[in-house]
T-cell receptor, first 114, second 114 residues
Framework: ETGVTQSPTHLIKTRGQQVTLRCSSQ?????VSWYQQALGQGPQFIFQ???????GRGNFPPRFSGLQFPNYSSELNVNALELDDSALYLC?????????????FGPGTRLTVL | AQSVTQLGSHVSVSEGALVLLRCNYS??????LFWYVQYPNQGLQLLLK????ATLVKGINGFEAEFKKSETSFHLTKPSAHMSDAAEYFC????????????WGLGTSLAVNP
């Protein structure tokens, strides 16, 4: 059983560019959540996808968007990058049961915006 | 609204000493509570979770936490610290429902001195 994987590991972009981050969920999981973790902070919820539909969104602007594919992998897209978007982006997968739905995290993608 | 407060952004203990990391939560409904650990430049690893069963929860690596409703607390403890326990520890809360997003504390950095 493979765990959650994310790509790329590191990424450097300039202000105004667009970026796509990718996440492969753990085998058997149908839900993917994305979080942004700024340096020295706790993660902040961006959005969640359940069976290819957005299932909740945090306080992030529309330039943060996502997709979930039939195999439950997911992408996070960020348009018009700003300096404050520099952070560790974490993907977590889970299996929605209506209960605790423990989330398992990938290693993250470190995005630096210059 | 849910929130999580972790008292003490930095905790330092000697190897072999008791580890106590504090977490208080606010939630309008019975919560699910989690402790995660994050090693440098890595993602988040689940230590343990509270799911309204036993109030004393045992996790990996010798950690445990006790849910105290009257104190709205979920403190993490380990009887004897090991050098390998040095990491960032995050407490998180979620509510049952359609979107079980995690709300996170700011984290506590644990240093273990020889």
């Amino acid at each position: 059983e493979t765990g959650v994987t994310q790509s790329p590991t590191h990424l450097i972009k300039t202000r105004g560019q667009q970026v796509t981050l990718r996440c492969s969920s753990q085998s058997g999981h149908n839900t993917v959540s994305w979080y942004q973790q700024a340096l020295g902070q706790g993660p902040q919820f961006i959005f969640q996808y359940y069976r290819e539909e957005e299932n909740g969104r945090g306080n992030f602007p529309p330039r943060f968007s996502g997709l979930q594919f039939p195999n439950y992998s997911s992408e996070l897209n960020v348009n018009a990058l700003e300096l404050d978007d520099s952070a560790l982006y974490l993907c977590a997968s889970s299996f929605a049961t209506g209960g605790t739905d423990t989330q398992y995290f990938g290693p993250g993608t470190r995005l630096t915006v210059l | 609204a849910q929130s999580v407060t972790q008292l003490g952004s930095h905790v330092s203990v000697s190897e072999g000493a008791l580890v106590l990391l504090r977490c208080n939560y606010s939630s309008s409904v019975p919560p699910y509570l989690f402790w995660y650990v994050q090693y440098p430049n890595q993602g988040l690893q689940l230590l343990l979770k509270y799911t309204s069963a036993a109030t004393l929860v045992k996790g990996i690596n010798g950690f445990e936490a006790e849910f105290k409703k009257s104190e709205t607390s979920f403190h993490l403890t380990k009887p004897s610290a090991h050098m390998s326990d040095a990491a960032e520890y995050f407490c998180a809360v979620s509510e049952a429902g359609n979107n079980r997003k995690l709300i996170w504390g700011l984290g506590t950095s644990l240093a273990v001195n020889p």
